[in-house]
C-alpha cells in the first residue's frame, strides 16, 4: 500500500489508515462562519445550535474482510434535549459502555451508499471513556445497514479512502 498526505493532519499515513471524517454537523458547516460564533457552541464532542439542537459526535463503523479492526466514518447524530443530557453525564464515567443505546438521526451526508445517509435513525452506543460513540443505522433497506452488519471488502474501503482523499468513489 502506498503512503498518502491526510487531508486533515498533512502527515503522511499508508492509505488503508484513512479514514474519514466530518469536522461538524452539515446544518452547522453551511452556517457562516461569523454567525457560528455567535450560535454554535462545538467542544469536538458535543454540539449545540441556537440553544435547540444537539448533536454528538461518533462513528460509523464497518468491519473490513482481512483486517483485524474496522473502518469507521466519523459523523455526528442529532440528537434530543434529554438524550444530550443524560450522554453529557455519561462522558467521563468509567463503564459509561454499559449504559442503554441512544436514539439519534445522522446529521451528516456521506455520498457512498446509493441513498442518503443524512437524516438516518441510528442506535447510539457508548464506548469506553476516551473513545467515541458508535452509531448504528437502523434502516434496514439501506447500504449502510447491510455493511455495518455484513462487512466491507478492502475494496470498498479503498472506495471510501478516495473519496475521503478527494479523488472521487
Not at 443524512?118 to 441510528?122: P, Q
Given at each position: 500500500m502506498s503512503d498518502v498526505r491526510c487531508p486533515s493532519c498533512g502527515?503522511?499515513?499508508p492509505i488503508d489508515e484513512i479514514e474519514g471524517s466530518h469536522e461538524r454537523p452539515d446544518v452547522v458547516?453551511?452556517?457562516?462562519?461569523f454567525s457560528r460564533v455567535f450560535r454554535v457552541r462545538n467542544d469536538g464532542c458535543f454540539c449545540m445550535l441556537?440553544?435547540?439542537r444537539?448533536?454528538?459526535r461518533g462513528l460509523l463503523c464497518f468491519p473490513v474482510a482481512g483486517r483485524?479492526?474496522?473502518y469507521c466514518w466519523g459523523v455526528w447524530a442529532e440528537i434530543d434535549r434529554s438524550t444530550y443530557t443524560e450522554m453529557d453525564r455519561l462522558w467521563d464515567e468509567e463503564g459509561r459502555e454499559s449504559a442503554s443505546t441512544f436514539p439519534g438521526v445522522i446529521a451528516n451526508e456521506v455520498p457512498l451508499f446509493g441513498r442518503p445517509l443524512?437524516?438516518?435513525?441510528?442506535a447510539i452506543s457508548m464506548q469506553p471513556v476516551g473513545l467515541k460513540p458508535h452509531f448504528r443505522v437502523l434502516d434496514e433497506g439501506h447500504a449502510a445497514y447491510g455493511e455495518q452488519?455484513?462487512?466491507i471488502t478492502e475494496a470498498r474501503a479503498m472506495e471510501f479512502n478516495h473519496y475521503?482523499?478527494?479523488r472521487g468513489a
Open positions: 502527515e503522511m499515513h458547516h453551511s452556517i457562516g462562519i441556537d440553544r435547540k444537539y448533536f454528538v483485524s479492526g474496522p443524512l437524516g438516518l435513525k441510528v452488519s455484513l462487512g475521503v482523499l478527494g
